[in-house]
């Protein structure tokens, strides 16, 4: 048998074969760009799901590389026109983008060797993000370059021609709402912003700051708060000695600046921007994507400006198989001076987590609380990081309890603390709840074991949610108590949770402790913050606030009882102190409601 020879095909043949393969390249290109533009161009948020599901077939019959390429294109040069484009256009591609990195972002991580696709193809998000700010960049220097570029202090603007720099303002609201919908993180967000600080800054500058802070200033504030103080900073250094020069936009920008730092900022979504409706429809539909099929979520892109603009000799990082070729001596410097720069930053948060144990912080739950609380900007940032920590049900116990311990702690009382458990006690009753079982434990640690019931006094030994406080001193019992009356007159907690207490049999330290509560709790119904104590005591008598507290302990005979009978015993005495008459009042007022409200309590 012999094999069959192939047929010699002459060079100029081959050439004729290649060129043909090309054409028909560029012929499937085109279908495929047609294709691509016809779902872009019919793409609502009614029908982006199916359209989802045609991109995904697409996906399937092409290559991942041509396919990711043309969509890219297709979209940056739709977004960045010479017009100005409504937000919730914006938000629209934009969510479409956050779903393709949900979902056929997966695809691409499957490819089998070998494989022809590009490294950029495994993760369309990211092919897209290098290309958004490429083009963004390239608008801005352009723009830069044609322009004079006045300063904010002059009556022209730049940008002030129609159309001019509309490019640069679509990309920068592009990039804000693909940070709202987690495909990229806060730190490329945070570069732009110091890369657009960096330069002069001019009218149309500050026009795209605004454009940032606006649509994604809140979830800035929330991820790194400290970054966003240093940009107000910046700005503030920048526009030192032009205030009375200032423009109303650039006015209006510092505002909205120092509104955003102080969380004075409307949450109301629709508030927000003018596509804030629409970021809250996305986000719903987002969210319900993993339930109609399978989603992997993947990590926001941690991208740095530095990284894009190095990719090509330090090699893309953030993508899978792309190759680092820099030096490695620079390298390694770089590493070292990034590596102290962490170190130093990194230092107070390992003394935190020191101070944590000493405290007897014994799990990782109470020394990631002890953390948060420590080095937060006011109870506001505080409440909002708590709340980041996920932490279900039962591990929320825990933040009363550390605030209880952190608060008594103090050398003198500080009102951080009450008002961090005030806004929780808001959102939730568990909150509550909690409060009332700690002060029953805390009443204990005083002396009084029948607090709690037989069965709580049974298993007090095995209890170990406790901080191992050997002796509760006379500092402690003091904020605790000043702490309690706030809440109890705000209606954090009510007078409730006195109920096991038999005001008859107190012990002295009890007494002591009591009489320092009622005293903060009277102080409390007349003011409206718990910076005052008893140092600085209001004028005015609201006979009101004290009647509204002491009302809801008419519901339990035996509490009324009970306070009737400390009131009249042991409050008394405050009657010869500086506090005398606004105590000796709301005493007197106290029992007066409690006995109109009861008709049976008797004199003592």
């Known amino acids: 048998m012999h094999s069959t020879a192939s047929r010699y095909v002459p060079p100029h043949l081959r050439t004729r074969d290649v060129a043909a393969s090309d054409k028909e390249d560029s012929e499937d290109m085109a279908k495929l760009k047609r294709q691509l533009k016809g779902l872009l161009n019919r793409m609502s948020e009614q029908n982006m799901g199916a359209i989802l599901e045609s991109i995904e077939d697409l996906y399937r019959k092409n290559r991942r ?9 297709l979209i940056i040069d739709g977004i960045s026109s010479h017009s100005v484009l409504l937000d919730s256009y914006v938000v629209l591609y934009a969510a479409f983008v956050s779903s393709l990195h949900k979902i056929i972002g997966l695809e691409f991580g499957m490819c089998l060797p070998p494989c022809p696709c590009a490294p950029a193809d495994r993760l369309p998000a990211a092919y ?14 352009a723009l830069r370059t044609e322009s004079s570029a006045p300063s904010i202090s002059e009556p022209q603007q730049e940008g002030s021609k129609e159309g001019e720099g509309k490019e640069c303002s679509n990309l920068i609201v592009l990039l804000s709402e693909l940070y709202n919908f987690q495909v990229i993180s806060s730190v490329l967000v945070f570069d732009i912003i110091r890369d657009l600080l960096s330069q002069k800054l001019t009218e149309f500058g500050v026009e795209l700051l605004l454009k940032i802070v606006r649509n994604s200033g809140q979830q800035l504030r929330l991820d790194d708060p400290s970054a966003l103080k ?25 505002e909205t600046l120092t509104n955003l730092k102080n969380n004075k900022v409307k949450r109301t979504a629709g508030q927000q921007h003018q596509g804030g409706e629409a970021v809250e429809r996305m986000k719903k539909f987002l969210s319900g994507l993993t339930k109609k099929r399978q989603v992997v979520t993947h990590e926001p892109l941690r991208v740095s400006l530095e990284d894009l603009h190095t990719a090509e000799s330090k090699g893309k990082w953030w993508l899978v198989g792309a190759a680092w070729g820099g030096d490695p001596l620079i390298e390694h410097r770089s590493n070292k001076k990034a590596t102290e720069k962490t170190d130093e930053s990194d230092i107070s948060s390992n003394g935190l987590l020191k101070l944590a144990r000493k405290q007897g912080m014994n799990t990782d739950i109470r020394r990631s ?23 279900k049900e039962v591990q929320q116990r825990e933040i009363i309890r550390v605030i209880l311990h952190c608060c008594g702690n103090e050398k003198s009382y500080n009102p951080y603390y009450t008002l961090i458990a005030h806004h929780l006690c808001r959102s939730s009753h568990s909150y509550k709840v909690t409060l009332q079982f700690c002060l029953w434990d805390f009443l204990r640690d005083l002396g009084e074991t029948t607090i709690g019931g037989a069965e709580v006094i049974k298993n007090l030994k095995e209890d170990d949610n406790g901080f191992d406080i050997k002796s509760i001193s006379g500092t402690r019992m ?3 108590a000043q702490a309690y009356g706030w809440w109890i007159a705000k209606d954090s907690c009510t007078l409730a949770i006195l109920k096991p207490v038999d005001f008859t049999i107190l012990k002295q330290r009890t007494t002591n402790f009591l009489k320092d509560l009622m005293t903060h709790l009277f102080v409390a119904t007349q003011v409206s913050t718990p910076v005052l104590g008893k140092s600085t005591l209001p004028t005015t008598q609201n006979r009101g606030a004290v009647e509204e507290v002491f009302i809801k302990a008419t519901r339990i005979e035996a509490l009324a009882l009970g306070l009737v009978y400390f009131l009249s015993q042991e409050m008394s005495a405050a009657a010869d102190e500086e506090d005398g008459g606004l105590v000796k009042w709301a005493s007197s007022v106290a029992v007066d409601t409690l006995r109109t409200r009861m008709d049976v309590i008797p004199d003592f």
């Open 478 to 480: 003091r904020n605790v």
């Open 230 to 254: 240093d940009i107000i900073g910046v700005v503030q250094t920048k526009l030192v000695g032009q205030d009375d020069n200032l423009s109303s936009r650039t006015r209006f920008m510092i």
């Open 128 to 141: 897209f993000v290098q290309n958004v700010v490429s083009s963004y960049e390239t608008h801005h220097a």
């Open 369 to 391: 609380i002890f953390v948060v609380l420590m080095s937060s900007d006011d109870y506001v940032d505080a409440c909002e990081r708590l709340s980041q920590l996920n932490l």
């Open 65 to 73: 590389h041509d396919l990711t390429s043309t969509l890219t294109s």
